[in-house]
């Protein structure tokens, strides 16, 4: 246990010394929220990759959906590395960092307000961003925190204001380009993390090798060996739609396409990205599909089978003692970079999106501040201990990509979208994704089915509402205004 406080202690400072050696180039808003646009392919990549990827995937992700769908777990793996990474990439990066360059914004909501002329959308969605992304950050916290509690004996509480007071420092004092820096180590680890954790579990005597694992789950139950597994189709369905198409509308995710430092190095980035998800998908859900071999019933707390518990208990049971330190610094890692983007773009919906012109010259200071009141308000929720990780998730991506998917995508691409197409749109999403979501209760087992039909709809909604409001607006007059408002500094 000393050896493990010891190696993350280090791990920690030298978090903290990336986040002070950031804060002497961090000077104004455009270098604490994008890095000055300088990512390079690798960098931009991990970034990526572990933002995608957090404590919800190796902690409420591969245990929960692996233990209840077995090996259809895996066409999630493909839904992600698919569509999440390769076909996003190819997609929204490069007409992503040209466009928002041209119209000198920095977030979301700016390039709605420009996009469409509409400061009313970027009022409704900073504040889309700011709420609905405290309970995404919540259940991150959660998941995080149980790993802590098992395989490092730290009890859940202390956990939570451990993790959320490195989250603060360094972000606050380095800002995205810290965040950055962090990432392309983090996602180092993760990456060899999750490569030792898969491989070593499949040459357990329990497993037997990659050709027995059908015939051993198939022994456990025949279900978990189908195409779909024993939650059906939908559910499936849902998973797959939410967790690969959701970062594509996903203000944290999209931000790292503003940062690139130029179109040209999409193309290596893309790659990278799409190995990285591969290879972490992978190992996580096959992983959790495997915890059938090791353990006959869930995990309970305070009574309850928890399923979010498995990967932690195999971890702290199953693996050798010095991968349960790896594997703790893989989704410490997977977390923090998740956690920061997280924090980031929410204080960012505040300050540049709704701070009076007034306090412009105070916006770093009071950026920095809102981390705090963000990850504060996260805190909150996580110390309730809520006992479903994955549907916190899935109403928390539901909403915000719900609502951003349809007016961003068809904004790069569709000179006919306008912004009654766009507002309605996001009522849509933002409708679909909580009208379900309480009808059937937030711990439904469809929870993703409805946060994947909330931007699915708004993609039909958005067209059909321009097309009948007068279609095409003059996108290039807003943006000739919005370079000779930058150029005056005001």
């Known amino acids: 246990m000393q050896v493990k406080i010891i190696v993350l202690l280090i791990y920690v400072a030298g978090m903290i010394l990336i986040g002070y050696f950031s804060m002497k180039k ?3 808003v455009g270098d604490f929220f994008l890095a000055n646009r300088s990512l390079g392919p690798w960098v931009s990549a991990f970034a990526y990759g572990s933002s995608y990827f957090s404590a919800v995937l190796f902690i409420g992700y591969a ?43 920095m977030t979301m909501p700016e390039f709605l307000q420009v996009r469409y002329g509409s400061n009313f959308l970027k009022a409704f969605s900073a504040l889309l961003i700011f709420v609905f992304l405290v309970p995404y950050s919540a259940s991150v916290y959660m998941g995080l925190s149980y790993l802590f509690d098992v395989v490092m004996g730290i009890p859940y509480f202390y956990a939570l204001l451990l993790i959320a007071g490195l989250t603060g420092v360094y972000l606050v004092m380095g800002g995205y380009l810290a965040v950055s820096i962090t990432d392309f180590f983090q996602g180092s680890i993760m990456l060899g993390g999750a490569i030792f954790l898969i491989v070593y579990l499949v040459g357990r005597p329990e497993v037997g090798g990659w050709s027995q694992i059908v015939a ?37 995710m999209v931000q790292k396409f503003y940062a690139l430092k130029n179109e040209k190095i999409v193309y290596t980035a893309t790659i990278l990205a799409t190995i990285f998800a591969l290879i972490c998908t992978f190992s996580a859900y096959l992983s959790g599909s495997l915890t059938h071999l090791f353990f006959d019933q869930l995990p ?36 923090m970079s998740t956690l920061s983007s997280l924090v980031l773009v929410s204080s960012s919906a505040i300050t540049i999106d709704l701070l009076p ?69 996001m009522i849509a999403g933002l409708v679909v994704s909580l009208g379900f979501s309480w009808y059937y209760g937030f711990n439904s087992p469809l929870a993703p089915l409805w946060g994947s ?38």
């Open 216 to 252: 051993r789950l198939r022994e456990v139950d025949p279900q978990l060996t189908r195409a779909v597994g024993p939650p059906g189709f939908w559910p499936l369905f849902g998973l797959v739609g939410l967790t690969s198409l959701g970062p594509w509308g996903l203000p944290q």
């Open 300 to 335: 309970q707390i305070n009574g309850e089978p928890n399923p979010e518990l498995l990967m932690p208990h195999l971890i702290a049971e199953v693996m050798p003692p010095a991968f349960s330190l790896i594997f703790l610094l893989l989704v410490f890692s997977a977390s």
């Open 453 to 490: 039909l909330a931007m699915l709809v708004p993609l039909v909604v958005l067209p059909v509402v321009s097309i009948l409001t007068g279609g095409e607006e003059d996108v290039s007059l807003r943006i000739r205004e919005k370079r000779a408002v930058g150029n005056t500094g005001n």
């Open 26 to 28: 961090t000077k104004t």
């Open 357 to 425: 012109a007034r306090f412009r010259d105070k916006s770093l200071p009071i950026m920095r501040v809102l981390c705090g009141v963000f990850i504060f308000f996260s805190l909150l929720i996580a110390f309730y201990r809520v006992t479903f990780i994955v549907n916190l998730m899935s109403i928390s991506w539901g909403a915000v990509a719900g609502s951003f998917l349809a007016p961003y995508l068809y904004g790069l691409y569709w000179k006919g979208a306008n912004r009654w197409g766009a507002i309605s749109s």
């Open 63 to 105: 245990g929960n959906i692996g233990w209840g769908f077995g090996l259809s777990s895996l066409w999630i793996v493909v839904g992600n590395t698919l569509i999440g990474s390769l076909l996003a990439w190819l997609v929204l990066a490069r007409r992503t960092r040209l466009v928002t360059e041209e119209m000198q914004v």
